[in-house]
């Protein structure tokens, strides 16, 4: 009792610390926010947040805290209720790291922007919504953290408004996420139908039906950018480097496998929704990493790695292993924020340069960023003992030793092979070769807040796997003996790739033009999905739309011309007539006066 009551205190006093930034201006008007007291704010809430994570990690007790009830129904009472639990005590410090060194970061990225204070704002409320969402235990709570990661995700993707890219982006980001915001909604008004209640840890059924999981699998596709509601991952990319980098490590794009980790024991009860979810896994895995392996933008290729990464994380929910997705998540925030603010550095030091054809020898002037980039690329591929490989390497594992099919198995592994590829492949061209870069560009990386949070993401980065891993029991036991080449199909699928992408870069230095085939412009046009499906729905609708006005045109103009409008023309002049049998002799006398003096003069005129 004394545990969970300090788990409890500690938990809270890291929210209130948190929220600080928020509630001091409302309260004093003469107190000012600036960057860098947010940027403290989160330092001391990470600090803060490491004693309730270890206690739990010490003690293993969870707890249910519910402070206020809203009964707007008489027998449907939605409690604010937060959990403390395994998930919610891990992702915490993690998720306050990770921003803590992007706000840094940004510090140094936008000094010359103005509205800084706005932006750090904004940048704050997106980690708070995030982590109402983690820290909910009933759906109502869930879907405020739901729909505020989406509205800031909106408004600092369209944070440079004045480009209309930016602007394109940001309505993208939003449009997509209404469509799983529907699936979400459905199952929340099933679970209040049938449960009677949004309580999460309730919501455990012995056979749920198709329709509310498939709900969810929706609202999870629309978040993580799975296959089908991908595309607005990509175009994020318009925003600042430290939106990308918050977007993409521990906020947005997990929230919707964090939904299915949240939701798993109604999921685990029907086997059609765990194939969905494998299968739209695999698939998604794959098809980000074939688009990633054409890329030339230095920061379209990390985004779909993300991409690729959360289709990894899909695979497990589908697996039924959602604490191993939990760990893909928690290992995989600390690489990818690294890897976005290698690049954020590069492409400040070249000019705004992302084309990595035009960048190369940058090994020598700029050796932090460029062997964190290294660093957080070989994490990536799951390369061992550095943080991937805990999660990587387990999922592929226990995909090989279990009983789904083989067709997600080898998708998998094509997409693990061609991670290798991709990454191997913007690190020779970004780092070494020749020198292909302006010659006047001013480089200088000896900036604390530059150096101080990629070098902390990538000590994150090396033991973080391994530090996590050990406090993450398995639910399921796994099998002790397996044949080795079982054990280490993800190294040799890796090595595959790398070997693969030497090859290439060998063959790249003798052929004088590279040729076009169908392979290529699959991957570099990003499956011909964007044209087909943003063209053929807007002309569609447009279409629709038209012929919709012509048709109320021509209903509008029939009415007025046609029998309607006679008719009524008819009815009006009746009605002028009736009015002049009043009765008074007066008026028929002039009534006749005048028509006798009309003809008159008709008649005079003719």
């Given at each position: 009792m004394e545990t969970a009551l300090l788990l409890n205190t500690s938990m809270f006093l890291t929210l209130a610390t948190i929220l600080t930034p928020m509630l001091l201006p409302l309260l004093s008007k003469t107190y000012q926010n600036t960057p860098t007291t947010i940027t403290r704010t989160i330092k001391t809430a990470f600090l803060t947040s490491l004693a309730p994570a270890l206690l739990f990690a010490h003690s293993n007790t969870?707890?249910?805290?519910?402070?206020?009830?809203?009964?707007?129904?008489?027998?449907?009472?939605?409690?604010?209720?937060?959990?403390?639990?395994?998930?919610?005590?891990?992702?915490?410090?993690?998720?306050?790291?990770?921003?803590w060194s992007i706000l840094q970061f940004a510090s140094w990225y936008m000094t010359t922007e103005p509205h800084t204070t706005k932006f750090f704002s904004y940048l704050l409320m997106f980690l708070i919504a995030m982590l109402t969402l983690t820290i909910a235990n009933n759906m109502f709570l869930l879907f405020i953290g739901w729909e505020g990661v989406g509205i800031m995700s909106f408004l600092l993707i369209g944070w440079w408004h004045g480009r209309a890219e930016a602007n394109t982006a940001a309505l993208q980001a939003v449009l997509y996420n209404r469509i799983g915001d529907i699936g979400l909604i459905l199952s929340m008004a099933w679970l209040a139908s049938s449960m009677n209640s949004w309580e999460i840890q309730l919501s455990h059924s012995p056979q749920t039906p198709m329709?509310?999981?498939?709900?969810?699998?929706?609202?999870a596709t629309g978040k993580s950018a799975q296959f089908g509601l991908?595309?607005?991952?990509?175009?994020?990319?318009?925003?600042?480097?430290p939106v990308s980098a918050l977007l993409h490590s521990s906020t947005m794009v997990v929230a919707g496998i964090f939904l299915l980790i949240r939701t798993h024991p109604i999921l685990a009860t029907n086997q059609t929704a765990l194939t969905t979810c494998l299968c739209l896994g695999a698939l998604s895995t794959l098809f980000a990493a074939t688009c990633a392996l054409t890329q030339n933008d230095i920061k379209k290729i990390i985004a779909?790695?993300?991409?690729?990464?959360?289709?990894?994380?899909?695979?497990?929910?589908?697996l039924g292993l959602p604490q191993l997705a939990f760990l893909h998540i928690s290992t995989h925030a600390f690489f990818k924020a690294m890897l976005f603010l290698c690049s954020g550095s590069i492409i400040h030091c070249l000019n705004g340069e992302q084309d990595?054809?035009?960048?190369?020898?940058?090994?020598?002037?700029?050796?932090?960023?460029?062997?964190?980039?290294?660093?957080?690329n070989l994490a990536l591929m799951g390369t061992p003992f550095l943080a991937g490989f805990y999660s990587?390497?387990?999922?592929?594992?226990?995909l090989n030793t279990s009983y789904v099919n083989a067709w997600a198995l080898l998708l998998t592994l094509l997409a693990t092979a061609f991670t290798a590829t991709y990454s191997l492949r913007m690190t020779l061209l970004v780092q070494t070769g020749p020198t292909r870069i302006p010659v006047l560009t001013p480089m200088n990386e000896n900036?604390?807040?530059?150096?101080n949070p990629i070098t902390r993401l990538a000590v994150g980065s090396i033991l973080a796997g391994l530090l996590i891993s050990s406090t993450i029991p398995p639910t399921k036991i796994p099998p002790m003996t397996m044949p080795i080449t079982t054990k280490t199909t993800a190294i040799l699928v890796t090595i595959l790739g790398i070997v693969l992408a030497l090859e290439l870069s060998n063959m790249a230095h003798t052929l004088t033009q590279p040729k076009q085939n169908t392979y290529s412009n699959f991957s570099s046009t990003l499956g011909y999905f964007n044209p087909l499906i943003h063209r053929s729905s807007s002309t569609k609708l447009l279409n629709s739309g038209q012929e919709v006005a012509q048709s109320l045109t021509d209903l509008s103009w029939y009415k007025k011309m046609g029998p309607e409008g006679l008719a009524s023309l008819q009815q009006t002049a009746a009605k002028t007539t009736a009015t002049?049998?009043?009765g008074l002799i007066k008026t028929y006398l002039g009534s006749f006066a005048l028509s006798i003096l009309i003809t008159a003069l008709l008649t005079q005129t003719n």
């Open positions: 969870e707890s249910i805290t519910s402070n206020w009830e809203w009964k707007f129904i008489m027998d449907f009472k939605i409690p604010l209720s937060f959990k403390m639990d395994q998930y919610s005590m891990m992702f915490f410090p993690i998720a306050l790291f990770v921003t329709l509310p999981l498939l709900g969810l699998i929706l609202a991908h595309p607005w991952l990509p175009a994020a990319m318009e925003g600042p480097t779909f790695s993300t991409s690729s990464q959360l289709g990894l994380m899909m695979v497990t929910i589908g990595i054809r035009k960048m190369g020898g940058l090994q020598k002037m700029l050796p932090t960023t460029t062997t964190c980039l290294t660093i957080g990587k390497d387990l999922i592929i594992e226990s900036n604390p807040t530059l150096y002049l049998h009043t």
